[in-house]
């Protein structure tokens, strides 16, 4: 074999040539699988991005001007309003979906062997995207914005010793004031686009270097099976036809949402009146919602270290079958029933000073 031959046998380990596969098995083709929750996530990113981009152009992120360059996109610019619609809803709808696809990876057991990397980094891109669309909740400089950030942050002061330094950095000072709006800008439009990016590409060179999609017949070192993997057909066209499938239907829902419905804008922030009803983020409303009933300390910082701890090492149990231990499916389960339930309850039954509506 000659020496350029032999450099062509070698196996690509480009990231860039990882991307698409020649041929993927035909059981990777049900759409039950995976139900299109990872394609719409990254095609939710594009847009995210993309639309970002074009609603930078016209925002200014100074308390003075935020507010005024909102509506002027959203009034005055061609398409103004359609985009800003579009990035305010996929963001929301983007928290949905990971996480979604992330309970769609643990009931099928895809972090075992050699893709529980992939799984951490799974985590990552979830924490990565709930901070993103916290720091582009400051941005509109409206009421709601304002105090819903207020409330948000102000739960870092029960965290013992470093919580009062920590809110200082978080927010650039004692309360929300030009230095936070920069901040939050500067997070929201900066780095964690690229830190989104690059863990994105990270996570489906994994998956490529996986073997693709987990089809379930596993064994030990976290591949599938010879059998799953007898039938292959090319990636063009039956990949590529279900992808364009897939993401047309993402986007007509996207649109129709953006097109129906506007994103909220409420009055100009006024630090100095407090509204009757503040409410964290939708998806931060669980913790506020937790504050009244458990000990601050405990809700801040015994949680979240728990609930990051069994989400990190959780794969590492040994398990006798593919679907893992009872125990572990049980803890998983009641963790995300309990989230929504909290959640549900803070945005559904609490009405003004978070009293019980009914």
């Known amino acids: 074999m000659t020496k350029k031959a032999e ?33 719409a996530a990254a095609l939710m990113v594009i847009v995210q991005l993309v639309t970002g981009i074009l609603l930078n152009f016209s925002y200014e992120p100074t308390p003075l001007a935020a507010y005024g360059s909102v509506q002027h996109i959203h009034f005055d610019i061609l398409f103004g309003r359609l985009f800003r619609n579009l990035h305010h809803w996929t963001g929301h709808a983007l928290i949905v979906i990971v996480s979604l696809h992330m309970l769609r990876v643990f009931f099928s057991s895809a972090f075992r062997g050699t893709r ?18 916290f720091s582009g909740y400051l941005l509109p400089w409206d009421q709601r914005a304002y105090w819903a950030v207020t409330i948000a942050t102000s739960i870092l002061e029960y965290l013992p010793g470093i919580g009062p330094a920590l809110l200082m950095v978080v ?6 004031g030009p230095v936070t709006l920069h901040i939050f800008h500067t997070l929201h439009t900066g780095l964690m686009p690229l830190l989104l990016l690059l863990l994105m590409l990270w996570h489906f060179w994994k998956i490529r270097r996986a073997g693709g999609l987990f089809l379930g017949e596993c064994g030990d070192d976290g591949h599938e099976s010879a059998a799953t ?5 090319p990636a063009r066209p039956h990949l590529f036809v279900r992808e ?64 990051i701890s069994f989400l990190l090492f959780f ?25 929504t339930l909290l959640t549900i309850v803070g945005l559904v039954f609490r009405g003004p000073g978070m009293e019980w509506i009914f």
């Open 315 to 339: 794969p590492m149990v040994k398990a006798d079958n593919v679907k893992g231990t009872k125990l572990v499916r049980l803890l998983f389960i009641g963790l995300g029933l309990t989230l």
């Open 171 to 176: 927010r650039g000072g004692s309360d929300i």
């Open 7 to 39: 450099i062509s046998a070698k196996p690509k380990r480009n990231i860039f040539l990882h991307a698409r596969p020649r041929t993927v098995p035909a059981a990777a083709l049900r759409f039950r699988l995976t139900w299109g929750l990872g394609g």
């Open 229 to 233: 993997e007898l039938t292959r057909l």
């Open 244 to 307: 364009k499938a897939a993401a047309a239907v993402v986007l007509a829902a996207l649109l129709y949402a953006a097109i129906f419905f506007n994103a909220p804008l409420g009055m100009l922030a006024n630090p100095g009146l407090t509204p009757k009803t503040v409410k964290a983020p939708w998806y931060f409303i669980g913790l506020q919602e937790l504050l009244i009933h458990v000990n601050p300390v405990v809700v801040v910082l015994v949680l979240p270290l728990l609930t």
């Open 116 to 133: 529980y990397l992939n799984w951490i980094i799974g985590l990552g891109l979830l924490s990565l995207i709930l901070l993103a669309n």
